[in-house]
Structure formats: structure tokens, C-alpha cells
């Protein structure tokens, strides 16, 4: 059973505009999330995280939601950019010994 | 200019035989780890290793096995008994793996080709 939900496959946002990626997690005890971003044929790059004691972390264009009660993250991506064209991944952790559970990824198209 | 270097970027290999695939890091990190992604999936963990000479089974090791000789270096052996090799092996490292905050950073990731 899926620990860490991405349930939108595929998302499409216009240049300029803002780009909303979510993610949903089941487990309660997870208590550092992470997102990643990846090109086609290359390995993920790390984009920003967030620990469980806060609600919003920031760099830059991106920004990271927390909400604990829905187990819900969102990743906000403003202005959003050709270049933002990717697959942005979600993963969680447990604890200082836990693995990373990764949930599937969306593919995010920005058009010019 | 440090990193993670996978090679090769794309492997073919026949049905049957084993195959090594290298991962090499010059971060200094204490911690080393093997994942696969399948088309339209997430990453899932095959092995780990937090430091020399010792290393831990993930989600999916059946079929795999690796080796961590040197800090630098984690190769990941595709076994004969690997169902489904065909898939993207991605490897990555961290610093500082007993806190919660460790951050893990990706090599570029070999495509493997079973025929």
C-alpha cells in the first residue's frame, strides 16, 4: 500500500503562472518531507524540504506547504517557467532511521 | 568539482548473466544508497549502506547484492535471479544519515536493458 501519494499523474501550467504539485501521505509518524525534481534520463535533483514542526518553508520560487492534520503537502512553484518542465517527486521519512518512501511522481509541462 | 558519477549511462546486458553497474562519490558522505525506478513509479530502495565494510537490504534486494569496500564506491550487482532488471538504477549519497534532516543526492542513473 502507497505510503506517499502523488495522485495527479500529469499537470499543465501556462508561463508566469503558478504551479501547485500535491501529495498525500498515510503514515503519521513521517516527519521530514522532501521534493525532488527530475529530466528524463538523468537522477533527481533536491529542491527543498520541510520538517514536521512547521507549516511552510520558502527558497526562492518555491515554496513547500505542510498541513498535518490532512497529511497533505503541496509544492508552489511562482513564477513557473519552461525550464520548471519535470517530474517533481515527493518523499517522506520516518524518524532519523527511516528510509525515504517516495510516492510517484507528476509530470509538470510549462508552455510558453 | 564533486559529485556522483554512475557509468555506464546505458547497459545492455543478455538474459542470464550478471552485470555490475559502478557508482563512485567524492563528497565525502558516510552514507550510500541503490534505487530503481520503473516507467510511471516512484524510486524504491534496493540496498544501503551507512558506512564501510557494512550494508542493509531495502524494499526490493532480491536479486541484487552489492558491496561497500570503500567510502567511495557502492557497485550494485544484477543477479541472473532478478526477475525484471530491465528498469533506471539510480544511486545516491548523504552526509549525514543518522538525522532526520539528511538530505540525499543523485547520481545521473544507468539505464539497464535486459534482451
Known amino acids: 500500500d502507497q505510503q506517499v501519494k502523488q495522485n495527479s499523474p500529469s499537470l499543465s501550467v501556462q508561463e508566469g503562472r503558478i504551479s501547485i504539485l500535491n501529495c498525500d501521505y498515510t503514515?503519521?509518524?513521517?516527519?521530514?518531507f522532501l521534493w525532488y525534481k527530475k529530466y528524463p534520463a538523468e537522477g533527481p535533483t533536491f529542491l527543498i524540504s520541510i520538517s514536521s514542526i512547521k507549516d511552510k518553508n520558502e527558497d526562492g520560487r518555491f515554496t513547500v506547504f505542510l498541513n498535518k492534520s490532512a497529511k497533505h503537502l503541496s509544492l508552489h512553484i511562482v513564477p513557473s517557467q519552461p525550464g520548471d518542465s519535470a517530474v517533481y517527486f515527493c518523499?517522506?521519512?520516518?524518524?532519523?532511521?527511516?528510509?525515504?518512501?517516495f510516492g510517484k511522481g507528476t509530470k509538470l509541462s510549462v508552455k510558453p | 568539482d564533486g559529485g556522483i558519477t554512475q557509468s555506464p549511462k546505458y547497459l545492455f546486458r543478455k538474459e542470464g548473466q550478471n552485470v555490475t553497474l559502478s557508482c563512485e562519490q567524492n563528497?565525502?558522505?558516510?552514507?550510500m544508497y541503490w534505487y530503481r525506478q520503473d516507467p510511471g513509479q516512484g524510486l524504491r530502495l534496493i540496498y544501503y549502506?551507512?558506512?564501510?565494510?557494512?550494508?542493509q537490504k531495502g524494499d526490493i534486494a532480491e536479486g541484487y547484492s552489492v558491496s561497500r569496500e570503500k567510502k567511495e564506491s557502492f557497485p550494485l550487482t544484477v543477479t541472473s535471479a532478478q526477475k525484471n532488471p530491465t528498469a533506471f538504477y539510480l544511486c545516491?549519497?548523504?552526509?549525514?544519515?543518522?538525522?532526520?534532516?539528511?538530505?540525499?543526492?543523485f547520481g545521473p542513473g544507468t539505464r539497464l536493458t535486459v534482451l
Open positions: 549502506s551507512q558506512i564501510v565494510n557494512d550494508f
Open positions: 503514515n503519521s509518524m513521517f516527519d521530514y
Open positions: 545516491a549519497s548523504s552526509s549525514q544519515p543518522g538525522l532526520i534532516t539528511d538530505t540525499q543526492y
Open positions: 563528497l565525502n558522505h558516510d552514507a
Open positions: 518523499a517522506a521519512r520516518e524518524g532519523s532511521q527511516g528510509n525515504l518512501i
